[in-house]
């Protein structure tokens, strides 16, 4: 009895090992990928914040250029993205640099359309 239970135990270690996904950790190029378009994103979202609190026309400008770049660039990287949440492509980086880009195009928008 107690060998088939020790069987049954290994068995079912060895399966639940092969089938489970491998744990990935560290920076992989996905994730470093999807970055790049977070830290463009969130400049931009800095630059515009301080244009809105200066009233600050060319800072506003830069904002949005920034803002359109990190979008699109995490809007790409969402578009090639293979794998799921936790699988290392760096998918939650660029939904996250997506809406930084996004925050940053509206509020160097609200910027030049105040100053006019």
Known sequence: MKG????????????????SQPAVSGMTEGRVRSLVGAAVGLIGL???VIALIRT???????????????SLL????????????????G???????LVLGV????LGGIVIVRQR
């Open 4 to 19: 088939k239970l020790l069987g049954f135990i290994v068995t079912f270690a060895f399966v639940s090992a092969s089938c």
């Open 46 to 48: 800095v630059v515009a």
């Open 56 to 70: 600050w026309r060319t800072g506003a400008i830069i904002a949005l250029v920034l803002g359109v770049i990190g």
């Open 74 to 89: 995490s809007a790409v990287h969402i578009y090639l993205s293979t794998g799921g949440f936790g699988t290392g492509g």
């Open 91 to 97: 998918l939650a980086g660029a939904i996250v640099g």
């Open 103 to 106: 925050v940053a195009i509206l």
